[in-house]
């Protein structure tokens, strides 16, 4: 109705949308228009067009942090992070309900069908979803007018206007075809992939394969096992090197290529290692080309296979099948029947599940995080593992969370054999910096726009406790950060940040990456931790007295219900005020940062053997595929001789219904 105002939100400001976003402004005499992102001519152009409308009209860019964005005692960050999977898996839910799903099912696995198809809804809804939030978030405010989420029309830009209209906001589209494009562009992809998926295959020079399946490790952490580490389980498994097969490729997190060093280390223990594309591996390290590897996709039979489905999906499942057909054929070439692979939530690794099962092998895969929700969490609900060694049996009150996972086998926190060194690290750090001093470890997140983390919540952490050490000599911090310089990107910390280092009290490592959390936390009094931290559950496994420091506010969290304002605390001050008085009471008596109660609850051997217990459950898997075992039973025979060392609680099926912890 003319009069009322009016808000458009809409992800990007291109040409397509312009005439519709202009003929809706028209409905309103006050209209604002928010968008995340533009491009500069045709911010532009709308921007005219609104001046020169007749009405009071702001076109203007608003693409805030949801972490600090007020929503029902949280924030709209921690309600983004569960909306998204649970409306992805509603809308692709729907999807599959369609007669032709059925026709492609017989060339897919279902489970994995269903999860990468989740998977590619998440992204497509990813920032309409946060529109339909803000805008949620305005309508509900009080502050009257209409609300109008323009989004692509496209299949799953419908799906989600279903779901806006569920919660009151109204929906219009701009462009068309735009599932065509996707179909077009994903078919031409899909034929592409035969002939450059690995047409810069390499392996180290007098490759051999050994006796039997191989295992396949992905190169993603790196290798010294002082550090994180991809080769955690070798020491004490009992496999063979020679049937340790190294993959290399540049999704690793620093993008490097792998050093020659690197590919030597991986020759020394008898493994061998393969290059999936040049840029891999440092030029200096010699190699011998692979060729002939070609996949089989038969895309004209899968897409003739589903002929009716609409175009998105179909598209969709076609990119999964073309890259399964690849992976099993780079499993077939070089007679890899397992796989490990430590982070896996990624759709490439659902490809490869995918393949595994037609050869009859096994994915692994290791628990990297802590519980970071109560349900949803984000490392399993993507997971494309059979088996993930889990640190607990916490972990286990979310069974049924994950679709391909069938086993949980409790083998503890997976890097404890790098604890001695790390501890050596660490003491030599508080004898250079924490002599006689109250020391305190800090550890932050990964924060985002989206989100429930975000980068105004990192810098009044870190500002607080700076503020501290300023005032009070007797205080030294140790900064843990995520990757060198993390702290250094937040704005307005800077100057804090230079003032405290020139104290000599506030320590930061040069190359953080990769670091166990206990470098930090062996050498302090206690350690503190934005948010649910991980970090802050590996420095009390390894011995530490350690607290979250809550201030996204995960009010709902069983830690709550473990030691409020003991183990967990949600107002810094607070925080801040039980540390002095710990301190000041001699460190003794207090509960704050005491996980004794529950550390079998998260690991129950703390031991250095996490590696070793792992090792030797892939040894069982890959010696009864060996002798002629299918997946099903290498993984039953495995549970059986893993149950008779650990027990048969250490064996615990995915299948069944989330349980609160």
């Known amino acids: 109705m003319a009069g009322k105002g009016l808000t458009i939100w809409i992800e990007e400001v291109c040409l397509s949308c312009i005439t519709g976003v202009f003929v809706s402004s028209l409905s309103g005499d006050t209209v604002t228009v928010k968008y995340l992102k533009g491009r500069p001519g045709a911010v532009l152009f709308l921007g005219l067009l609104l001046r020169f409308s007749g009405r009071k009209a702001v076109l203007e860019k608003s693409d805030p942090y949801l972490g600090d964005m007020p929503c029902d005692g949280s924030t709209l960050g921690m309600k983004f992070q569960f909306d998204l999977p649970e409306l992805s898996k509603e809308i692709a839910a729907g999807m599959r309900r369609s007669g032709p799903y059925a026709g492609i099912i017989g060339m897919l696995p279902s489970e994995n069908l269903d999860l990468f198809t989740e998977m590619k809804v998440s992204e497509e809804i990813f920032y309409g979803l946060k529109l339909m939030l803000m805008a949620g978030s305005e309508q509900s405010s009080g502050k009257g007018g209409r609300n109008i989420l323009f989004l692509r029309s496209s299949k799953t830009g419908k799906a989600l206007a279903c779901a806006a209209a569920k919660r009151g906001i109204s929906a219009r589209f701009y462009g068309c075809l735009f599932d065509l494009r996707f179909f077009v562009v994903t078919v031409l992809k899909c034929a592409a992939k035969g002939l450059t998926f690995f047409k810069d295959l390499s392996v180290n020079e007098g490759f051999a394969a050994g006796q039997g399946p191989l295992v396949a490790v992905h190169y993603a952490e790196g290798l010294d096992t002082r550090k994180r580490s991809d080769i955690f389980w070798i020491k004490g498994s009992g496999i063979d090197p020679a049937r340790i097969l190294v993959y290399i490729d540049t999704s690793k997190s620093s993008k490097a290529p792998v050093e020659k060093s690197d590919c030597g280390y991986i020759r020394g223990l008898g493994a061998s290692w393969v290059s999936l594309n040049d840029a891999a591996i440092s ?52 007679n890899i029947k397992a796989v490990i692979d430590i982070g896996a939530q990624t759709s490439s690794g659902i490809a490869q599940n995918a393949a595994l099962k037609r050869l009859g092998g096994v994915k692994f895969g290791a628990q990297r995080s802590s519980l970071s929700f109560d349900y949803c969490l984000p490392f399993l609900v993507y997971n494309s593992n059979d088996v993930f060694f889990i640190w607990g049996e916490l972990t286990s009150t979310h069974r049924g969370t994950s679709s391909l996972i069938k086993e949980f086998v409790v083998s503890g926190y997976p890097f404890d054999n790098a604890f001695s060194h790390a501890k050596i690290e660490s003491k030599e750090l508080a004898k250079n910096h924490g002599q006689g001093k109250f020391t305190i470890a800090l550890f932050d997140n990964v924060y985002s726009k989206e989100l429930h983390y975000s980068a105004v919540m990192i810098k009044e952490f870190y500002g607080k406790f700076l503020d501290w050490l300023l005032k009070d000599e007797g205080i030294v911090v140790i900064a843990k950060e995520k990757k060198a310089g993390y702290l250094d990107r937040i704005g307005g910390l800077g100057p804090k940040l230079r003032e405290a280092a020139a104290t000599g ?57 473990w030691g409020k304002d003991e183990l967990i605390f949600d107002d810094i001050d607070r925080l801040i005020t039980a540390l002095k008085g710990y301190r000041d009471s001699g460190k003794g008596s207090s509960d704050i940062g005491n996980w004794s109660r529950y550390l079998d609850r998260m690991d129950p051997y703390r031991d250095g053997q996490a590696g070793k217990r792992a090792g030797n459950y892939i040894r069982f898997v890959l010696d009864a595929l060996g002798n002629g075992d299918s997946r099903e039973g290498a993984i039953d025979s495995a549970n059986i001789s893993y149950a008779e060392k650990w027990g048969n609680e250490k064996i615990i099926e995915m299948r069944g219904e989330y349980e609160a912890a």
């Not at 009716?308 to 070089?334: H, I, M, N, P, V």
């Not at 490592?509 to 166990?516: Q, R, S, T, Y």
């Not at 009094?525 to 350690?546: F, K, N, P």
Request: aromatic fraction near 12%; include cysteine; proline fraction near 5%.
């Open 505 to 561: 009290r506030f320590v930061r490592f040069e190359d953080p990456l990769g670091k166990l959390p206990v470098t930090a936390s062996e050498g302090a009094d206690i350690s503190v931790g934005v948010g649910i931290s991980s970090a802050v559950i590996e420095a009390a496994i390894a011995g530490g007295r350690a607290v979250h420091c809550d201030i996204a506010g995960h009010g709902f969290h069983p830690y709550y219900k």
């Open 283 to 334: 030029r200096e390290v010699p190699r011998t080309r692979i060729g002939g590897l070609r996949p089989k996709a038969g895309i004209w039979k899968f897409i003739a296979a589903g002929s009716g489905a609409d175009l998105w999906y179909l598209a969709t499942a076609l990119s999964l099948y073309t890259e399964a057909a690849a992976w099993e054929a780079f499993y077939r070439k070089f």
